[in-house]
């Protein structure tokens, strides 16, 4: 019953490969979140995808891609990984105009 | 541009006393400051959250305090437990349900 999950727990990859992180919320939300939490602990906002409206932090390369099949998924797709990609990877989920956003347990990424 | 600065980073207090943390933001648009907390390996979790129209919000052992005229608000937590020991994450948001923009993290541990 866990409201959101996110698959893989861990990630071990070489430089250059491509890969994805799936998230699945049960919550009947309908905006989702993917976040990066770099090795000390700084979280940063990726994207935030609503039904139809994706937002895009600029900071955020474009090797990095969400793509949700439905309201209750977003996965992330990353390309061409890089050493500096290693971190661990948040989905959340909330609703639109709903102030808390619940937090996925994270995927641990390591690029070798 | 870090938009949200929080202190102290790490933060030691005995069992029993007040852990206090502090941040500040920049952006007089944001409306909305949650806390969120962090126990190692798990994903964040809401804590409590303000909103500008008021100085004050208690929970528990936990109150934010908030002055809207500093654009400053901080985390009490009164008789501090063991089981508080985690990173605590200021943020802030335009309008509930957008990205959040956290502040750097604060790693709390309570002695017994």
């Known amino acids: 019953d866990t409201a959101v999950s996110q698959t893989p727990k861990y990630l071990v990859t070489q430089m250059g490969n491509d890969k994805s992180i799936k998230c699945e919320q049960n919550l009947g939300h309908d905006t989702m979140y993917w976040y990066k939490q770099d090795s000390k602990k700084f979280l940063k906002i990726m994207f935030s995808y609503n039904n139809k409206e994706l937002i895009i932090n600029e900071t955020v390369p474009n090797r990095f891609s969400p793509k949700s099949p439905d309201k209750a998924h977003l996965n992330l797709h990353i390309n061409s990984l890089e050493l500096g990609d290693s971190a661990v990877y948040f989905c959340a989920s909330s609703q639109f105009s709903g102030e808390t956003q619940y937090f996925g347990p994270g995927t641990r990424l390591l690029v070798l | 541009q870090q938009q949200v600065k929080q202190s102290p980073q790490s933060l030691i207090v005995q069992k029993g006393g007040i852990s206090i943390i502090n941040c500040a933001y920049e952006?007089?648009?944001?409306?909305?400051f949650p806390w969120y907390q962090q126990f190692p390996g798990k994903g964040p979790a809401l804590l409590i959250a303000?909103?500008?129209?008021?100085s004050e919000k208690k929970e528990g052992r936990f109150t934010i305090s908030f002055n809207k005229s500093a654009k400053q608000f901080s985390l009490h937590i009164m008789d501090s437990q063991p089981g508080d020991s985690a990173t605590y994450f200021c943020?802030?948001?335009?309008?509930?349900?957008?990205?959040?923009?956290f502040g750097g993290g604060t790693r709390l541990m309570v002695k017994p």
């Open positions: 303000i909103r500008p129209d008021v």
């Open positions: 952006n007089t648009a944001f409306d909305y």
């Open positions: 943020a802030a948001n335009i309008n509930a349900g957008n990205m959040l923009t």
